[in-house]
């Protein structure tokens, strides 16, 4: 087979490295920015190449020794070889470039938020179980890695995949989610297509490791990593979690950011950057256990926070009560049902929204909307600034982009948060 030789030029949002072959885009298995590299071509399409490291001929300066052993080969981290001063210019590149090209955004981004964790920051992680072997998939494959225990989770956390490693029955699982709080205790779940079998050999262990929840789901469907089915097999209903100075409980199917520090970043530069007032109602659309909504409740009249995961919503309110906290209203159902009806029935429009949305971005009525209904300000919160940048496009009449800002919840990955603070023309 031809090989060629190039130097590794860019990452795409993958991460993986990209070279030139005839000004022709070539997506590497891996390589960091300044590596000159050896490799052959694996695919070949009109418009670009897929292509396969063979050797590195000269390692590019930026070159760090991993401190994982899998990182050649797991696809959990992207750029454990990369300093991370680098790591975040390459993100706040990457934002800036999407917006631009995406949104024709001409505004600069400061720097990136760090992370104070770079590493045993990620409070969930889920393990792949194929025919009793554990780990996680590789780089941009679905080939497992065997793994023994991860730099990103905590410690009890491998102590818990230590144990499930060596269990006898391991191979009745397909999927193993570990979720810890801030105290290291461990929310389990046990993914399989059947029942399971018993725990009883290695529950005291897994008590010793600091578990305190364990949950069944049975799922059949290879298309999401968990079901709705969970059953409760032991312990508490929920994990308790405490994120700026407030308590939350969290239910095994409810979303929580992974980075519970950077998280407290986030959130503290948003409400800096949004300067609600007293006078304000806040919408927190997408607000999963009530975090956002609750933090900020205290700065504002009321908050409506709305969230499709019923289970979710019941968290948020037990939350709000946990915490005494009175001025805030939980509904559940999806943003862009919710919003509309309450303008129509109760005649309430917000004048600030924090939108935090999953990677696909917001549904385009709940942005016909709020163009329709134009608010004071929005901050749009998202992990994915190629929907972010694209739904901005359709609000470039309504809504004037004040600011944009990045913030690293995702450390050694290509993934960032990105806030971006907009005003009403
Ligand atoms: N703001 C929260 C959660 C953000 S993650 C936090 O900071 O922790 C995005 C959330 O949106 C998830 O909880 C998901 O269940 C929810 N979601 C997805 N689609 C939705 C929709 N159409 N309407 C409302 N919520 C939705």
């Given at each position: 087979?031809?090989?060629?030789?190039?130097?590794?030029i860019?990452?795409?949002?993958?991460?993986?490295?990209?070279?030139?072959?005839?000004?022709?885009?070539?997506?590497?298995?891996?390589?960091?920015?300044?590596?000159?590299?050896?490799?052959?071509?694996?695919?070949?399409?009109?418009?670009?190449?897929?292509?396969k490291?063979?050797?590195?001929?000269?390692?590019?300066?930026?070159?760090?020794?991993?401190?994982c052993?899998?990182?050649?080969?797991?696809?959990?981290?992207?750029?454990?070889?990369?300093?991370?001063?680098?790591?975040?210019?390459?993100?706040?590149?990457?934002?800036?470039?999407?917006?631009?090209?995406?949104?024709?955004?001409?505004?600069?981004?400061?720097?990136?938020?760090?992370?104070?964790?770079?590493?045993?920051?990620?409070?969930?992680?889920?393990?792949?179980?194929?025919?009793?072997?554990?780990?996680?998939?590789?780089?941009?494959?679905?080939?497992?890695?065997?793994?023994?225990?991860?730099?990103?989770?905590?410690?009890n956390?491998?102590?818990?995949?230590?144990?499930?490693?060596?269990?006898?029955?391991?191979?009745?699982?397909?999927?193993?989610?570990?979720?810890?709080?801030?105290?290291?205790?461990?929310?389990?779940?046990?993914?399989?297509?059947?029942?399971?079998?018993?725990?009883?050999?290695?529950?005291?262990?897994?008590?010793?490791?600091?578990?305190?929840?364990?949950?069944?789901?049975?799922?059949?469907?290879?298309?999401?990593?968990?079901?709705?089915?969970?059953?409760?097999?032991?312990?508490?209903?929920?994990?308790?979690?405490?994120?700026?100075?407030?308590?939350?409980?969290?239910?095994?199917?409810?979303?929580?950011?992974?980075?519970?520090?950077?998280?407290?970043?986030?959130?503290?530069?948003a409400?800096?950057?949004?300067?609600?007032?007293?006078?304000d109602?806040?919408?927190?659309?997408?607000?999963?256990?009530?975090?956002?909504?609750?933090?900020?409740?205290?700065?504002?009249?009321?908050?409506?926070?709305?969230?499709?995961?019923?289970?979710?919503?019941?968290n948020?309110?037990?939350?709000?009560?946990?915490?005494?906290?009175?001025?805030?209203?939980?509904?559940?159902?999806?943003?862009?049902?919710?919003?509309?009806?309450?303008?129509?029935?109760?005649?309430?429009?917000?004048?600030?929204?924090?939108?935090?949305?999953?990677?696909?971005?917001?549904?385009?009525?709940?942005?016909?909307?709020?163009?329709q209904?134009?608010?004071?300000k929005?901050?749009?919160?998202?992990?994915?600034?190629?929907?972010?940048?694209?739904?901005?496009?359709?609000?470039?009449?309504?809504?004037?982009?004040?600011?944009?800002?990045?913030?690293?919840?995702?450390?050694?990955?290509?993934?960032?948060?990105?806030?971006?603070?907009?005003?009403?023309?």
């Amino acid at each position: 087979m031809a090989e060629f030789t190039g130097t590794v030029i860019d990452f795409d949002y993958k991460g993986r490295g990209i070279t030139k072959k005839d000004g022709v885009a070539v997506f590497l298995n891996g390589g960091i920015i300044g590596d000159e590299v050896k490799y052959e071509i694996t695919k070949q399409k009109k418009n670009w190449y897929e292509g396969k490291i063979i050797k590195i001929l000269k390692e590019s300066n930026f070159r760090k020794k991993s401190p994982c052993k899998y990182s050649k080969k797991c696809g959990g981290c992207d750029f454990l070889e990369l300093p991370y001063e680098i790591q975040k210019e390459w993100k706040r590149k990457s934002v800036l470039q999407q917006m631009k090209r995406i949104a024709k955004l001409e505004l600069d981004i400061e720097e990136v938020i760090s992370s104070s964790q770079l590493t045993h920051y990620r409070n969930h992680m889920q393990f792949q179980v194929k025919n009793g072997r554990i780990g996680l998939y590789g780089k941009n494959s679905k080939d497992l890695v065997e793994i023994e225990s991860c730099l990103m989770q905590s410690e009890n956390s491998n102590r818990v995949l230590q144990i499930l490693k060596h269990w006898k029955k391991i191979r009745h699982l397909d999927l193993i989610g570990i979720r810890s709080n801030e105290k290291d205790e461990i929310m389990l779940i046990l993914v399989s297509k059947q029942k399971l079998p018993k725990l009883n050999d290695i529950l005291p262990l897994l008590l010793d490791a600091h578990v305190v929840s364990i949950y069944e789901n049975i799922n059949s469907s290879k298309k999401y990593h968990y079901s709705r089915s969970f059953t409760k097999i032991f312990g508490k209903d929920q994990l308790e979690e405490k994120l700026l100075d407030l308590q939350y409980e969290l239910s095994p199917n409810s979303f929580y950011q992974v980075n519970r520090r950077a998280t407290e970043q986030l959130y503290k530069k948003a409400f800096e950057l949004l300067q609600p007032s007293k006078d304000d109602i806040l919408y927190d659309l997408y607000c999963g256990i009530g975090t956002i909504s609750l933090s900020a409740a205290p700065k504002v009249k009321e908050v409506i926070g709305v969230e499709i995961i019923p289970e979710a919503i019941e968290n948020a309110r037990n939350n709000a009560i946990k915490n005494g906290i009175e001025n805030v209203r939980f509904m559940a159902g999806s943003a862009e049902e919710i919003i509309p009806r309450l303008w129509e029935e109760e005649n309430i429009l917000p004048d600030c929204i924090i939108l935090d949305p999953p990677r696909a971005g917001l549904d385009r009525t709940l942005i016909e909307f709020f163009r329709q209904n134009p608010v004071k300000k929005i901050l749009y919160i998202s992990c994915n600034s190629a929907t972010q940048a694209r739904d901005l496009t359709f609000w470039r009449d309504t809504y004037h982009v004040e600011e944009i800002i990045g913030v690293d919840l995702f450390p050694n990955t290509v993934h960032v948060e990105t806030i971006v603070l907009m005003s009403r023309e």
